[in-house]
């Protein structure tokens, strides 16, 4: 069973710096596309990142420039840095990896808050 557990979330002042964990288990997820999304409170999940097996990246226009997706495939886990913090990205941020078509599995997310 595939398990998603992110880690990093906290409280930083606007223009700090996060990163964001994700530690998969259950599975091999070096092939699999993998990516960030956030939910701010009152809107819809949004797509943050993502990165593919390749290591191909798609972000965000809101956080492009400012945020890096990464993985360390020995570890079976995705990276989320997130520099020049601003109140709007104020958020629950998510994992998912994309299992096979039409199959996903999402973590239980971690909160970023950022103080103006």
């Known amino acids: 069973q595939v398990r998603l557990v992110e880690s990093g979330g906290g409280l930083v002042q606007a223009g700090g710096s996060l990163r964001l964990s994700c530690a998969a288990s259950g599975g091999i997820f070096n092939s699999k596309t993998m990516g960030w999304y956030r939910q701010a409170p009152g809107k819809q999940r949004e797509l943050v990142a993502t990165i593919t097996g390749g290591g191909n990246t798609n972000y965000a226009d809101s956080v492009k420039g400012r945020h890096t997706i990464s993985r360390d495939n020995a570890k079976n886990t995705v990276y989320l840095q997130m520099n020049s913090l601003k109140p709007e990205d104020t958020a629950v941020y998510y994992c998912?990896?994309?299992?096979?078509?039409?199959?996903?599995?999402w973590g239980k997310g971690t909160l970023v808050t950022v103080s103006s």
């Open positions: 998912r990896v994309i299992v096979s078509f039409g199959m996903d599995s």
